[in-house]
């Protein structure tokens, strides 16, 4: 069978009924009490011997699951599937982690009709979840780390199932699980840390596992180390993420909760204007907590979070979409301007990525305003399961040590704030 990639993001919209073995894979609905039970699972101390060297890679989203399987040459099958409000309907309010066995099946299913074998992976790498605050790296999947998240401190996301997914199908493989560079990972600098009052602290939140792997990228490119590089990355998403490399670490960033506007987040706001908005009782926090993440942004002045749509209005003389469009590049412009003084004015190169890097227009307008800096390179799109294996082999060819959740005397902290690390993650 040939196993051309394919992203079949039309096709797999998808019951995973439409797999003719679906039946062979049952699931059913866990609940809080049995998941701990159903979700530990045994570590290989080694991973088992793999003549073929796949690697099966797992990244679950809110509404969707992007899965394929990757040797070292780069994708050789992927595909994404769709889950519809009617079939999520049945988990609504509960932990996502009770999606476990469904999406499983789904994932069983595809990799069985496409001809795969389970237990053909040297590997298995799922995308990382809501976790500590960790240094960048690729961590073994065990038991602590399935508890972590089950128990959700941090915040409950469908990226917390990529962890729990890679573990159950690794086990099938008699290999081990990986995340890689997960949401949470935290390399900044001390000062980075302080926010301007100890009532609000900043949290290291960012699109890191693409960010990491364009500027890993952009090295191998350039012949040069990532440690030996300063860089600026801009990631140009549904959330903008702008952050500082020094020393192959990135040691500061905007937040989900600073920065510019995007397609549908505020980024940062005037401190006694939201005071004003949040004391006036026109919104409760959960409505209010929409407007700034899921309703922000383009969202907000115009409608749409469509970066095509604006275009298109610009084009037709809409002055408004203009206004708001020069506003948001803008602000990235600023950011950009903040992390160059991070790097105290010496920088290689600045990396644009993420899907809005697509726009020709964008990018030449972002670069009136940024060239100066440095010279630019752009690397539309985003394509974090490539990364996500790219890690994997690192450690399977030992040019990277697999890290642990809790190594090195690291304690587990349990008072982190949940709603500093549940928003912009998709």
Known sequence: MSRALTMCKCELVAKYAKFPEADA??????????????????????????????????????????FGVFTRTGAEWVTSVLHSDAELAQFRGQNPIAQADYRAGIIAAALKHAGFDARQFAAVAGRGGLLPPLPCGTYVVDDAMVEELRRAPRGEHASNLGAVLALRFARAAGANAYIVDPVTSDEWQPCARLSGSPLVHRWAVGHVLNTKAVARHYAQEHGRSYADLRLIVIHLGSGITVSAHRDGRMIDNNTPEEGPLGPDRTGSLPVRGLIKVATSGAFTQKQLDRKVFGEGGLFAYLGTRDLKEVERRIDAGDERAAAVYDAMIYQVAKEAGAMAAVLQGRVDALLLTGGMAYSERLVTKLRAYIDWIAPISVYPGEDELLALAQGVFRVLDGEERPRRLWEEGREPERDHSREALVIGLE
């Open 25 to 66: 894979v049952p699931y059913r609905t866990a609940h809080s009490g049995a998941l701990r039970d159903k979700l530990t699972f045994g570590l290989m101390t080694s991973p088992a011997p793999n003549q073929n060297g796949r690697v099966l890679v797992i990244n679950p989203g809110s509404t969707s699951t992007k």
